[in-house]
Nanobody, 122 residues
Framework: VQLVEYGGGSVQAGGSLRLSCVAS???????MGWFRQTPGKERERVAS????????WYDDSMRGRFTISHDKTKNTLHLQMNSLKPEDTARYYC?????????????????WGQGTQVTVSS
């Protein structure tokens, strides 16, 4: 599975950005999600969604500001980010794994995109 991210960029605090991730193909139930990472820190989950029932998961700090959505017909994942804060500055990665569940840890995800930078200025 290949993942290619689009979107990202620079925005002022309070602004919005939309990230997209296109997957090549899936052959079974899967979970797709967004992680982010800043230098010296581990990747943290932002949000994820399961292909089976479309159940989304969010990190508590993003809940209400970020919305994950999934177009299964196009194997495309989106992340709408509103009310951005400087602490949201990070490199955002699209990730995927086969099987049930959407773990919060990055380890169980087998497929990763190259990442896209999001910079929020105050």
């Amino acid at each position: 599975v290949q993942l290619v991210e689009y979107g990202g960029g620079s925005v002022q605090a309070g602004g919005s950005l939309r990230l997209s991730c296109v997957a090549s193909k899936f052959d079974g139930p899967y979970c797709m999600g967004w992680f982010r990472q800043t230098p010296g820190k581990e990747r943290e989950r932002v949000a994820s969604i399961y292909s089976g029932d479309g159940s989304p998961w969010y990190d508590d700090s993003m809940r209400g500001r970020f919305t994950i959505s999934h177009d299964k017909t196009k194997n495309t994942l989106h992340l709408q980010m509103n009310s951005l804060k400087p602490e949201d500055t990070a490199r955002y990665y699209c990730a995927a794994r086969y099987g049930g569940g959407c773990p919060s840890q990055s380890g169980p995800y087998n497929y990763w995109g190259q990442g896209t930078q999001v910079t929020v200025s105050s």
